[in-house]
Structures are given as structure tokens and as C-alpha cells.
């Protein structure tokens, strides 16, 4: 299941698109399969043997292509070979996230790579489809990317409409579209990053004036029971007060008294 995890930034992209970011198009047809053994490029995620090692059922699901082009390579490709050349792809079959299947006979589209040992792969550009049937809508989507009067087979020479070679010529590059998308993407990512910092700071705030709410209804209540405990203190004493004279009469009549009988 992680293995089939796409980037968090992934976009679905055109295959138009795709095909300007290709780093080799080809039309080509499968002359022959080969069974492949287990490897560097065929493998699944629960085999944990070395490469070379037993692999039980593995060697049905991986399988190696020889093909013929039946076109010079797209423009814009980095293989230079002419119509008709033979080569050999790996990395086809049957793997746990993606399949690269062909079958012996019939001609596709393909979008390839070269590692640093020349040996051919599919490119899965943008983690999507890189092997596209020989349909007449695959010839359309492609039209711009081969000249078919080069093909090997007469049957390949293709004319589209008119509308199809403007909207081909007057479109806009994929690359510079996706770079720009990526940006926007990015700026977007950035003030989404500042919104979630400056409501987390919003919040420590209102956090700050509930508290400082809360003490001042705390001191307001206080103030309340001081102001009663002094009413109260304020009563008491007013009552104290009212009895003085009395007890000032009591001192002069025993002071009177002393007087006499001295």
C-alpha cells in the first residue's frame, strides 16, 4: 500500500503534456517477448530475495520486448535511430502499483527512458500511463510529434484536419504550464502555511483575553465582596456609635461619684 502512495503535490497531466516531458517517443511494433528473470527493474514489494535469487512465480509476470520502429523517433527525442531499427525494451509486465503490458504483433506508442547502462525502460512520466495503443486517436494525440510520410508502412501516411494541425501549433507548452501550475501551487501552499500560523496566533490571543476576561470578573467579584464587607464593618461600627453616649455618661457619673467621696 506505500508503495502505491502518489506525491502530496501530484496533478494528473495530458498525455500532450506528458509527451513534451518524455525523454524518448517511439512508434513502434512488438516483433517478439522474452520471459525476464527477477532483477533491478522486476520485482515486487514482498519479494525480499537478492536479485538472482529463486523468485517462486515471479518469472510469468516479467517479460522484456523486441521492437521495430515502424517511425524515426518523435522530435524533440534524445534516441537517435532511423525507422526500422530493432531494440530491445525491459521492465515490462505485471507489477504491484502499474503494469507495462504490450503484446507480440501489434504496434504502440511509446513514451521510454535509457539508464546510465543504455538499457531502455518505460517512462511512466507523472507516475501515469507510458505504452499507448496504435489507435486513430493515438495518431491524432501524437500527429505533431512524428512525421508519418517517414513511417516504414504506407498505411501510416495519416492526414488530419486542418483544425487539428492549428490547435497542435497554436498550444501552449505543457512544461511551461506545469512549471507555472507548480508556482501557483507553491504561493498557494505558502499563504495557506501563513493562514494556519496567524489563526494559531488568533487563537493564542483569544486564549489571552479569556483569561484576562476571567480575571477581571474575578476581581470585579471581589470587589462586590469587599465593598459588602465594608458595608457591613461600616454598619457595625454605626451601631457602636450609637451606644458612646451612654458610656460617657457612665464614666461622668462614676467619676462625679469618686469626687465626693474623696
Not at 510529434?145 to 501552449?172: G, P, T, Y
Request: aromatic residues 10%; contains cysteine.
Amino acid at each position: 500500500g506505500g508503495g502505491c502512495q502518489l506525491p502530496a503535490e501530484w496533478r494528473p497531466l495530458s498525455e500532450g503534456c506528458r509527451a513534451e516531458l518524455a525523454a524518448i517517443i517511439v512508434y513502434a511494433r512488438v516483433l517478439a517477448l522474452h520471459p525476464d528473470p527477477y532483477g533491478a527493474y522486476n520485482y515486487l514489494p514482498w519479494q525480499r530475495d537478492p536479485p538472482g535469487g529463486p523468485q517462486q512465480g515471479a518469472g510469468d509476470l516479467f517479460y522484456s520486448a523486441e521492437i521495430e520502429l515502424l517511425c524515426d523517433q518523435a522530435w524533440g527525442s534524445m534516441l537517435e535511430v532511423p525507422a526500422g531499427s530493432r531494440l530491445n525494451l525491459t521492465g515490462l509486465g505485471y507489477f504491484s502499483c502499474h503494469s507495462h503490458t504490450v503484446m507480440q504483433g501489434y504496434a504502440y506508442f511509446f513514451f521510454l527512458r535509457m539508464d546510465e547502462n543504455y538499457i531502455l525502460l518505460p517512462h511512466g512520466v507523472n507516475f501515469q500511463e507510458a505504452i499507448f495503443p496504435d489507435t486513430q486517436e493515438n495518431r491524432r494525440m501524437f500527429a505533431s510529434l512524428f512525421q508519418f510520410s517517414n513511417c516504414s508502412q504506407a498505411q501510416h501516411v495519416l492526414s488530419f484536419s486542418s483544425d487539428w494541425e492549428i490547435q497542435e501549433d497554436n498550444r501552449l507548452m505543457c512544461s511551461s504550464v506545469q512549471k507555472a501550475l507548480f508556482e501557483e501551487e507553491d504561493r498557494v501552499k505558502k499563504l495557506q502555511q501563513k493562514v494556519a500560523t496567524l489563526e494559531k496566533r488568533n487563537k493564542q490571543l483569544r486564549d489571552r483575553v479569556k483569561k484576562v476576561k476571567r480575571s477581571l470578573r474575578q476581581a470585579r467579584k471581589n470587589s462586590r465582596h469587599m465593598e459588602l464587607v465594608n458595608r457591613k464593618l461600616s454598619e457595625k461600627l454605626s451601631s457602636a456609635g450609637g451606644q458612646m453616649p451612654y458610656i460617657n455618661s457612665l464614666k461622668q457619673e462614676n467619676s462625679h461619684a469618686t469626687y465626693l467621696k474623696v
